[in-house]
């Protein structure tokens, strides 16, 4: 499933605006292991680390992902990144709304999206910012689905849903890759292609 049309004619038109393509930040991934439909990694770039665990399964060309940094292990940061197929001209918050989040069929986690895109950078970025993240993952680990509601305007919702199927061996790892410093510069080392990264999603 293809969510770009999504994005161009319902959620913002913004595609045909990205015309002026600058160089985004490019950070290194190694220490890539899959567990189920999630995936656990880490990015480096010169002395800056961050560590993830995403699911890319679910979307052709959107991933979602869960980001901490060393030293601040303790406050990871969510957000969904969909793929444009264009650069971006500028850095920018076009929107922040409601979203919901729901777990299989338990309770709702109310919070905030915020609709960022980077320069230079072909993503649209949707950050979230929840009240209580640490339940939130919790419910994740013992979770089978993920379903999202994001209100882009009054009774009209963009929907995704996520499969949680290997979430918890993910965050589990990525928080074992956040704790542990690399004992050597080669574990910082590329172990594929270079990925895209805004400042704060690493």
Excluded at 103 to 113: N, T
Excluded at 182 to 187: A, E, L
């Amino acid at each position: 499933m293809r969510l770009v049309t999504i994005l161009a004619s319902g959620l913002l038109p913004l595609a045909a605006l990205f015309v002026t393509p600058t160089q985004a930040t490019s950070f290194n991934t190694g220490d890539v292991q899959a567990h189920g439909n999630w995936h656990s990694l880490s990015l480096a770039l010169g002395g800056e680390r961050h560590v993830r665990a995403i699911e890319q399964h679910s979307y052709d060309d959107s991933v979602f992902s869960i980001n901490a940094t060393p030293g601040a292990c303790a406050h990871p940061w969510m957000e969904i990144r969909v793929a444009l197929g264009k650069l971006q001209p500028r850095s920018t918050t076009w929107d922040q709304v409601p979203v919901d989040v729901l777990i299989d069929r338990d309770d709702v986690h109310s919070g905030e999206a915020a609709f960022i895109t980077e320069r230079g950078d072909d993503g649209f970025y949707v950050r979230l910012s929840m009240p209580d993240t640490d339940a939130l993952l919790d419910d994740m680990r013992h979770g089978e689905t993920l379903r999202l509601r994001i209100h882009r305007a009054e009774e009209d919702y963009w929907f995704m849903v996520f499969s949680l199927n290997g979430a918890d061996q993910a965050l589990a790892r990525m928080s074992r890759l956040c704790e542990t410093p690399p004992s050597s510069p080669k574990d910082n080392a590329p172990a594929g292609n270079p990925t895209r990264a805004s400042s704060a999603t690493g």
